[in-house]
């Protein structure tokens, strides 16, 4: 007799949720997505993301990957400078490892044309296709543009029983944000330090530097990062305190490109806005524990990160990975479904804990003139400039995560 097919309930179908339901149905379960917005209101949202190459696995995995190609905007070269101790590092495709080739430089053991340190993908596309994928895979249900209902009794710690004339939910995926009323129902707990900066976005037309550069600029009121998106347009993300951006948020386009000029190396000069700046604050922020019986948390329900890096949303997909990973076991008869979620909250607590205290310690390190801070911070940008097997080990940990998972 055959044995029946796992049922997964996922709350939120951002970017994170989403991926999460088309790699669960992908591991042979079926799943039910809900979300309060309608799918016209998940994809308006002006955002890009920079994704790096554990993000590229799980998109090549899912068969989005080369339908987002057209889309992607490459950056072969990150350059890393502190404009307070006025030094710059470079970071290149040589020195990426092997493992993080595109599929068209695997055969080989150099990077070609089509390597990259990182890519960066508008929000507009990637919804797009994401859910045209979900409305057409038949072993998921969407319910989008109504509120989210209450979880299953009993997925959420409780010990109520399952009602008997309803098929039980195996797993709950919490991936409804920050504010997550999921994790609040459940009862589980939510540490947040706010940081004294905030972030903001923005994209503009610029001019100055080459089409497949990005820019890690470390400044005494915080870190800010210039991505492309192909042609003449970027991505600004801006950390300085939040009451600043609040103001430079309020601003009129002329008056806020004549405060960006102030900002940007010299040789990089923005001609226009291409959206509205938004502001808000950041914080480092985590749940513990990241499952309880039957419920999971991913993404921005699990955690949030400084932005420096660009490490939120490539963390937020390495739950998604590991996910599918032990999805696929219970699928296939190797792991009990009611053991997933302890296996899931265990085994992304390291590589949560590496990047939450990595982007901090960036953070604090480099947002500051502090005396007794600028020798370490010359001295590691010269180790970084010199070392070619340093830069190397940096990339990788950047691009893959410090705990990279083991390829099933």
């Known amino acids: 007799m055959e044995s029946q097919q796992l049922q997964a309930r996922v709350h939120g179908a951002g970017p994170t949720g989403a991926l999460a339901a088309l790699a669960l149905a992908q591991a042979g379960w079926r799943v039910e997505l809900l979300d309060p917005l309608d799918a016209a209101g998940l994809g308006q949202r002006s955002r ?7 993000s590229r696995e799980l998109l090549e995995g899912l068969g989005l990957w080369q339908p987002l190609a057209a889309h992607l905007a490459p950056f072969r070269r990150l350059e890393l400078c502190d404009r307070a101790l006025h030094r710059q590092v470079s970071f290149s495709t040589a020195d990426l490892g092997t493992a993080n080739l595109g599929p068209a430089d695997r055969v080989g053991t150099a990077p070609g044309a089509d390597a990259a340190v990182g890519w960066v993908l508008q929000h507009g596309p990637l919804m797009a296709l994401v859910l045209e994928r979900l409305q057409g895979d038949p072993a998921i ?11 299953e009794p009993g997925s959420l710690g409780t010990a109520t029983p399952e009602p008997a004339n309803r098929d039980p939910i195996d797993l709950v995926v919490a991936a409804d944000g920050s ?13 947040s330090r706010p940081y004294r900066q905030g972030c903001l976005t923005v994209q503009v037309r610029l001019r100055g530097s080459a089409p497949d550069q ?3 600029l ?6 800010f990062a210039v991505l492309p998106l192909g042609g003449d347009a970027w991505q600004l993300v801006w950390s300085a305190p939040l009451q600043r951006l609040r103001q430079l948020e309020a601003l ?7 405060q960006l000029a102030g900002v940007l190396p010299e040789q990089l000069q923005a001609e226009a806005l291409l959206d509205q700046p938004r502001a808000w604050p950041v914080a480092l922020e985590l749940a513990w524990p990241l499952a309880r019986r039957r419920l999971v948390l991913v993404g921005e329900a699990a955690h949030r990160c400084h932005p ?18 032990l999805a696929a076991r219970a699928a296939a008869g190797r792991l009990r479904p009611a053991a997933l979620p302890r ?8 590589d949560l804990l590496a990047i939450l205290l990595a982007t901090d310690a960036l953070v604090r390190l480099f947002s500051n003139r502090h005396p007794l801070l600028l020798p370490l911070r010359r001295l590691a940008l010269a180790a970084l400039a010199r070392m070619a097997w340093l830069r190397r080990l940096s990339l990788a940990a950047m691009t893959d995560g410090p705990c990279r998972l083991r390829r099933g």
Request: aromatic share 12%; charged share 20%.
């Open 179 to 191: 504010a997550s009323p999921t994790r609040r129902q459940a009862g589980l707990a939510w540490y």
């Open 343 to 350: 296996a899931y909250g265990w085994g992304r607590l390291p």
């Open 308 to 325: 420096v890096g660009g490490q939120g949303l490539n963390l937020c997909w390495r739950d998604v990975a590991l996910l599918q990973k």
């Open 252 to 258: 009129d386009p002329v008056a806020f490109l004549d």
């Open 214 to 216: 990005a820019w890690e």
């Open 48 to 54: 890009a993301y920079a994704l790096t190459h554990s």
């Open 141 to 151: 249900t969407l319910r989008l543009g109504e509120p989210l209902a209450p979880a």
């Open 218 to 223: 470390f400044r005494p009121e915080g870190p």
